[in-house]
């Protein structure tokens, strides 16, 4: 039976984007409404609702979860034994190492509604990507979770498996 993930978290959309996503659409159907056909109105809302939850809900599903010597940021995997130093961002720190410091080489799996991150270096040679840039609500708790699992024995024996 799998160990229970030391770390998970979904990068949900906040509630606030839903708020004025309703708002917005709500604003949308009166429009309509004024000026089209109530049928007009109502099903082109109905279509424009279910695009946003569809974007919402998609962009919302990426999980970063650290369980059984491996580290996943989105669709991308790498296990932690292949993992080196890892540290904790505030606002500032992710800003610039998303922006002005970043490489193009590197992984960012990056949020607009979150403004921290860790930033995880990789240790492999043959991994193109220098280091990691992942948004997170609690990246002292992801730090310290990496820390563990690359110190605890028996995360060795993982095959990765990295898309994205």
């Given amino acids: 039976m799998p160990a229970p993930p030391t770390y998970d978290e979904r990068l949900a959309v906040p ?13 949308l159907l009166i429009a309509f409404l004024v000026s089209t056909p109530t049928s007009v109105a109502l099903g082109g809302t109905a279509v424009l ?36 130093r890892v540290e904790a961002l505030d606002a500032v720190a992710t800003r610039r190492q998303a922006g002005r410091d970043a490489d193009a080489r590197a992984y960012l799996l990056i949020r607009p509604y979150l ?16 280091y990691w840039l992942v948004s997170t609500r609690n990246p002292e708790r992801l730090s ?8 605890r024995p028996g995360s060795e024996g993982f095959t990765p498996s990295r898309d994205g």
């Avoid at 509630?15 to 604003?27: D, E, K």
């Avoid at 921290?116 to 220098?130: G, N």
């Avoid at 310290?144 to 110190?151: I, Q």
């Fill in 115 to 130: 403004r921290r991150s860790v930033r995880v270096d990789i240790a492999d040679p043959a991994d193109p990507a220098p």
């Fill in 49 to 84: 609702v279910v695009l946003v939850v569809g974007v919402f809900v998609g962009y919302g599903r990426a999980r970063v979860s650290v369980a059984e010597g491996v580290l996943q940021a989105g669709r991308a995997r790498i296990p932690v034994r292949d993992l080196g």
């Fill in 15 to 27: 509630l606030r984007w839903w708020a004025l996503a309703t708002m917005f659409l709500a604003t």
């Fill in 144 to 151: 310290t979770a990496l820390a563990h699992a690359r110190d």
